[in-house]
């Protein structure tokens, strides 16, 4: 069955509500000419399992980084020129100081309409 404009609605006016309770603010760091921009995003972001780097792979070589996060975020988010993620409610440098920060490996709008309904982006944490 071929999307009308109609199913389209609804798919995106749907996933958002799938989101309530498990969204939290984060805030995404920006350079822009020299500049620092700090702005908070609500979007979800999950933990993954990262691998022991002890723990050698099949070929007796170390694991191959892999993301240490997963980010959910809505499709109005840019991620041109953004800098790194703070898990941080707080938009002020000092907070995103103190915060755990992650890079974006990959950022890829996902979503059944094309274009997608939201963001799935890649992170891993910097130390």
């Known amino acids: 069955m ?3 404009a109609r199913k389209v609605a609804h798919i995106q006016q749907v996933v958002p509500q799938t989101w309530n309770g498990r969204q939290r603010t984060v805030t995404f760091v920006y350079l822009s000419n020299g500049v620092m921009t700090y702005t908070p995003v609500l979007a979800m ?23 240490t996060a997963l980010l959910i975020a809505p499709l109005n ?11 941080t409610p707080d938009a002020s440098a000092a907070a995103v100081a103190a915060a ?12 059944l309409p ?9 992170l891993r944490r910097l130390r």
């Not at 972001?45 to 993301?67: C, F, H, N, S, Y």
């Open 114 to 122: 094309t274009g997608g309904t939201h963001y799935r982006a890649a």
């Open 45 to 67: 972001l999950k933990p993954q399992m990262v691998q022991d780097p002890t723990i050698p792979d099949q070929r007796g070589r170390p694991p191959v980084p892999a993301e």
């Open 77 to 87: 988010v840019s991620f041109s020129g953004l800098l790194c993620i703070a898990d």
């Open 100 to 111: 755990p920060k992650y890079e974006v490996i990959e950022a890829l709008p996902v979503g």
């Open 2 to 4: 071929p999307l009308d």
